[in-house]
């Protein structure tokens, strides 16, 4: 899968390990996680392949954020991205289909979804 990013220097942290240990405090789970699931997305032939990768918990969100989606990282830290195929692929019933969705984009790493 394609993965795109929102902002250039989340691009850069999540490219450099030296970045990306500054960014998260030196907390090296947390950077392995980062690390892994963007792997694991770039490994990926589409979105659905996420949905059998353990631990990954990767699901699409509601309310200001429906469109977008999420995997799990280190405690209560999600990935935020959405599809960057356009327009996104969607089936009968309006939801997402993840089997069509093969580029994502990366809109923000954080501990909450609402900041």
């Not at 850069?12 to 405090?25: H, M, P, T, V």
């Amino acid at each position: 899968m394609d993965i795109l990013f929102k902002k250039k220097k989340d691009m850069e942290i999540c490219n450099n390990d030296k970045l990306l240990r500054k960014e998260f405090k030196g907390n090296s789970r947390m950077c392995k996680q980062i690390k892994a699931r963007l792997d694991e997305l770039a490994d990926a032939d589409n979105l659905e392949v996420m949905r059998f990768i353990p631990m990954s918990y990767c699901h699409e969100l509601k309310g200001d954020r429906k469109g977008q989606l999420a995997v799990k990282l280190d405690q209560g830290c999600r990935m935020i991205f959405e599809p960057a195929n356009e327009p996104a692929p969607r089936k009968s019933d309006g939801g997402l289909d993840w089997t069509q969705i093969t580029s994502i984009r990366i809109l923000k790493i954080s501990e909450d979804y609402h900041d």
